[in-house]
């Protein structure tokens, strides 16, 4: 109990005098990044495939958000590390007259590390990243639920982003859009996503 306090105290103390020091440093070299947006994902995993050609058709109703959290560190105006998780949802529901609903629910859960480059100064941005992550599946059919692992992968995305006021000191909004590649079970999950962010810097 007390090794449990102790830890606790240094991980507040830590926030506490760590990150507000660093958001006051004179470049304020670290940001805070928050958004959220909606994507159009291909399956290339064979379970997911095999689940969405046999229980839920192309009238299923359907809806996907993605939601991110991550921070970065400049080295200069024009280039920085981008350091981060994402978090996936897409749901499925399938209910034709007379027989039971069927839902598929699918949480991702993915991390990145990578780097964006300013050209112009003028707000614009590039990026990749490395990205490792997993999901969980979980079904309701015929009334019966259960649910299924992924197996743990690898692979990259390529950003465009545009900061609306030039990634200023405090908040600024952004808008972007990305292409994700991940290998999955006998194939690739390519993920086209659009989200909006709140930058704090």
Same mark, same amino acid.
């Given at each position: ?28 070299? &670290? ?5 959220? #947006?909606?994507?159009?994902? *291909?399956?290339?995993? +064979? $379970? /997911? %495939? ?75 941005? &590039? ?5 490792? #992550?997993?999901?969980?599946? *979980?079904?309701?059919? +015929? $009334? /019966? %639920? ?56």
């Amino acid at each position: 109990m007390k090794t449990t306090f102790f830890k606790i105290l240094v991980a507040v103390t830590f926030a506490f005098l760590f990150i507000p020091s660093a958001f006051a440093m004179q470049n304020h070299p &670290f940001t805070l990044q928050l958004s959220l #947006g909606t994507s159009a994902i *291909f399956y290339g995993d +064979q $379970a /997911v %495939k095999l689940q969405r050609e046999t229980n839920f058709p192309s009238e299923s109703t359907r809806f996907v958000m993605q939601g991110e959290v991550g921070t970065s560190f400049f080295l200069d105006e024009y280039i920085a590390f981008d350091l981060g998780s994402i978090l996936g949802f897409d749901w499925f529901k399938y209910a034709p007259e007379g027989t039971y609903k069927n839902s598929m629910f699918l949480l991702s859960y993915d991390f990145f590390l990578g780097c964006r480059i300013y050209p112009f100064l003028e707000g614009f941005c &590039f990026g990749i990243d490395y990205i490792t #992550g997993g999901y969980h599946n *979980f079904f309701m059919l +015929q $009334a /019966v %639920k259960s649910n299924l692992i992924g197996d743990w992968s690898n692979g990259f995305r390529i950003v465009a982003e545009y900061n609306v006021l030039n990634n200023r000191i405090g908040w600024s909004p952004a808008f972007g859009i990305y292409w994700q590649n991940m290998a999955r079970n006998g194939g690739w999950d390519n993920t086209v996503s659009v989200y909006a962010r709140a930058q704090l810097r």
